[in-house]
């Protein structure tokens, strides 16, 4: 099984393993990982900088260290295998590093997500050069401050004989050294006090820092805003809710599309108050692994567009979850992703919304429904 919950181990036993090999990454130890591949197979080392990321600021380094392929058959298979060192301030979900590069340079089709562990994540894509369809399969490992990427090419004609070598390639995967996350060590703790008594706990990156640090909420609601004070442009900010629900009231039936807007409408008093703007909803979706712990929830995504000439466009997410006496839920407001940098600051927003995501779940699976 392939380590840190890869999610496709399975895959990997289609057919044994016919050679295996340890890969050294210079420069990046806690990288070294050991795999198996066919023995046809020849791998050749390198030292290739890529450079077609540098806009999105996501990394310090970013090399091409090994590629693989079968030599007379080169174009039905080849592996290259890359290591980047990241900022431990832009950090982001694995899977959004794949998106990053697929629709940056690797492949704008998008055929999906296979996996989104916090650090483990891969995206399917591919793209049309010369008449010629390709197939990319991007594995993404996040392990503190490097990143392990393997780019996984083939052509639609030898997908079927490529695609299990893929999996296999990626299922076996064992990295050779103990993980020592240094960007999960320096999460800080925060609470949130509940109306009903009580608090909620949750973690942020040491440099998303209060914005209210000081003010008390009152009953029926509690709310904590954090900034992003890593980026000098202020783009990011997440908002922490506790709303009281009325004596009486069925918690079930909260109205969440409601309460979403309000809560990203109190941030934007807080933060711009001297703009005005509209809103314009985009999907209201469900949580991966709310179901289970909450009897009501909702995630929406949307943006407000500003009474600004030209008008500016601010991406809007608000999840908000049921729990025993209060509702409770994030909110953020970031830069559109509209290019690299943007997505950039996106993806980092969507990690720390990630981590406080993490927390409610396991705080409603804590105070059952």
Known sequence: MAEENNGIAALARIEAPVAA?????????????????PEDFRWFETDEKVDDFDASEMFTSFRKLWVGYEPTTRDQLEIGVYAATIPPERVAVAADYGRLLA???WGPDNYGVEASERDFG???????????????????????????????QTNDEDAAKAVPIMAR??????????????????????????????????????HWQPFNSGSESARPIAASIFLDKADPDSNSALGVFAIEVPAGAVAANAPLPDIATSASDLMMENLLPQVTYDRQPIDRQKAAGFDEVT????????????????????AA????????????????????PDNQKNMGLMMHLTFAERLVTDDLRAFLAAHPK
């Open 103 to 105: 629709g940056s340079a």
């Open 21 to 37: 090999k340890d890969f050294i990454l210079p420069g990046a130890p806690g990288l070294t990982f050991r795999s198996a591949y």
């Open 169 to 206: 390639f990626v299922g076996s995967l064992s990295f050779t050294q103990p993980l020592k996350d240094s960007i999960a060590a320096s999460f800080v703790s925060h609470d949130i006090a509940l109306p009903s008594g009580g608090k909620f706990s949750f973690h942020l990156p040491p």
């Open 295 to 314: 009897p009501a929830h909702g995630l929406f995504i949307g943006k407000l567009i500003t009474h600004a000439e030209p008008p500016a466009e601010i």
């Open 317 to 336: 997410t608000e999840l908000f979850a049921v729990a025993p006496k209060d509702v409770l839920g994030i909110a953020s407001l970031g830069a559109m």
């Open 122 to 152: 891969e995206v399917l894509t591919g793209e049309s050069k010369t008449g010629f369809d390709y197939r990319t399969r991007i594995s993404v490992w996040r392990r503190g401050t490097d990143l392990l990427i393997l780019r996984l």
